[in-house]
């Protein structure tokens, strides 16, 4: 999936989202799609780039908690609700420098996606933890997240 934007029609509600997002326009991110469970967002290096010619380390955390947020609030939307996302708290590890797009994933770290809707339904909050990462050209990590991510009602 990398490097192609995908069609899905479920994910138009979350672009539009996005777009509202100074931070997302500066970074130049696209939503690239879902693969199997795992919310996958996309940004050249170019605008996100350091001193040093690499990824700006804000740039790959800002990166990798949109795709959280992405992953969470889509999820919600596919199953018809509306919700403020916020990421509550993050623990991020940056293991190699990266000289390339930086290509996000995120998927849930525990639970389940049932579990987390059915909560915020019944009481117009939930939890869950995304973990998500960016890759080096070989498949090895650059960086890691871990995130709780709290949905709380419109209102």
Sequence with gaps: ??????????????????AR???????????????DGRMCLHAPLAPNVNDKGSAF??????????AGWSLAT???LRAGLQAEVY???SQVRYLAPLYDALQAEAWLEEGDW????RT???RGRARCRI???????????????????????RG
């Design 1 to 18: 999936m990398p490097g192609r934007m995908s069609a899905d029609p479920s994910l138009e509600p979350l672009r539009a989202q996005l």
């Design 21 to 35: 997002i100074p931070q997302v326009h500066a970074m130049q991110i696209r939503v690239d799609g879902v693969v």
């Design 57 to 66: 380390g804000g740039s790959l955390v800002s990166l990798l908690t949109l």
């Design 74 to 76: 889509w999820r919600l």
């Design 87 to 89: 990421v509550a708290d």
């Design 114 to 117: 049932d579990t987390f809707v």
């Design 120 to 122: 915020f339904a019944e």
């Design 131 to 153: 973990a998500a990462r960016i890759a080096l050209p070989d498949g090895a990590d650059a960086t890691t997240f871990s995130g709780r991510f709290v949905a709380l009602a």
